[in-house]
């Protein structure tokens, strides 16, 4: 997630009632070749490169954000549109 989404999503979570561990987190787990491809896709005059290797053991998981809903936040940022912000 982008830091403005992540801090606009704090602010919320404070000003809100609710109690508790709230997760902030995106609705979609990426994986870092993922993310890679993006970049790749977005900075097509850079080399970029990447190293896979394998991890012995990999559990997947996600993260509860039942009540970041309740809050009914909406991050502003796609991957694609922070990424070209960055550079």
Same mark, same amino acid.
């Given at each position: 997630?982008n ?48 190293? $896979? +290797?394998? /991890?012995?053991?990999? =559990?997947?998981? %996600?993260? !509860?954000?039942?009540? $970041? +809903?309740? /809050?009914?936040?909406? =991050?502003?940022y %796609?991957? !694609? ?7």
């Amino acid at each position: 997630m982008n830091v403005y989404d992540v801090s606009t999503a704090l602010f919320k979570v404070f000003e809100s009632k609710i109690i508790g561990i709230v997760n902030i987190a995106d609705k979609k787990n990426l994986k870092v070749i993922d993310i890679v491809n993006k970049c790749r896709n977005i900075f097509k005059n850079y080399n970029l490169n990447y190293t $896979l +290797n394998k /991890i012995q053991y990999f =559990k997947p998981y %996600s993260v !509860e954000i039942k009540k $970041l +809903n309740l /809050i009914k936040f909406n =991050k502003h940022y %796609s991957l !694609e549109k922070g990424l070209k912000e960055f550079l």
